[in-house]
């Protein structure tokens, strides 16, 4: 069993579109996250969710609007797609009270043209 | 804030030799050190943590790591580098157990020579 799903895996769409990057844990994870990983390979958080609960925005373009029905799911839904959103998009879960390491997914590679 | 720094953007050793990934971080409270390799059009997976306890943490691959709250240092160690380690090595930092951020260093590439 996949323990952090994303997906899909890839995703190439034109400038200006909207898309969604679905993601599951079934670890029973309280903090899922989003991170973006650029062509640097610099891994930078976008959100980061505790219970349903938005604690961690960085500083994201409000185009980037995550949504969590429940504790296992985590989507991000990205409008008016721009030429720099083109990077690898994983999400991750963890139980930070309990000391966990976070589980990433295996990546969703965006490409916008 | 917290922050991690990775000081090498390269590491390159012959198999057999030791391997040593360095990283330095900064938090307010207590550090909760996580180590993550990265192969090549995958995600990342766990090596090891340090969050309480011995300052040499074993873990997976036969990779260790030693804490030190004075240098705020968390190297990573492999005794005999493996091809197979090849690979990009990241470095990560949370502050302390109610900190929802988990803070990445810009990653190490790792080049293990037949």
């Known amino acids: 069993d996949t323990a952090v799903s994303q997906t899909p895996k890839y995703l190439v769409t034109q400038m200006g579109n909207d898309k969604s990057i679905k993601c599951e844990q079934n670890?029973?994870?309280?903090?899922m996250y989003w991170y973006k990983q650029d062509s640097k390979k610099f891994l930078k958080i976008m959100f980061s969710?505790?219970?349903?609960?938005?604690?961690i925005n960085e500083t994201v373009p409000n185009r980037f609007s995550p949504k969590s029905p429940d504790k296992a799911h985590l989507n991000l839904h990205i409008n008016s797609l721009e030429l720099g959103d083109s990077a690898v998009y994983f999400c991750?879960?963890?139980?930070?009270?309990?000391?966990?390491?976070?589980?990433f997914g295996q990546g969703t590679r965006l490409t916008v043209v | 804030a917290q922050s991690v720094a990775q000081p090498e953007d390269q590491v390159n050793v012959a198999e057999g030799n030791p391997l040593t990934v360095k990283c330095t971080y900064s938090?307010?409270?207590?550090?909760?050190l996580f180590w993550y390799v990265q192969y090549p059009n995958r995600g990342l997976q766990f090596l090891l943590k340090?969050?309480?306890?011995?300052?040499l943490v074993k873990g997976s691959y036969g990779f260790e790591a030693e804490f030190n709250k004075s240098q705020t240092s968390f190297h990573l160690k492999k005794p005999s580098a493996l091809v197979s380690d090849s690979a990009l090595y990241f470095c990560?930092?949370?502050?302390?157990?109610?900190?929802?951020?988990?803070?990445f260093g810009a990653g190490t590439t790792v080049t293990v020579r037949a």
């Open positions: 670890l029973g994870h309280d903090t």
């Open positions: 969710y505790n219970n349903k609960e938005l604690i």
């Open positions: 991750a879960s963890s139980h930070p009270e309990r000391g966990t390491e976070a589980f």
């Open positions: 938090v307010s409270g207590n550090p909760y």
């Open positions: 990560a930092v949370r502050d302390g157990r109610n900190d929802y951020k988990l803070s």
């Open positions: 340090y969050i309480t306890g011995d300052n």
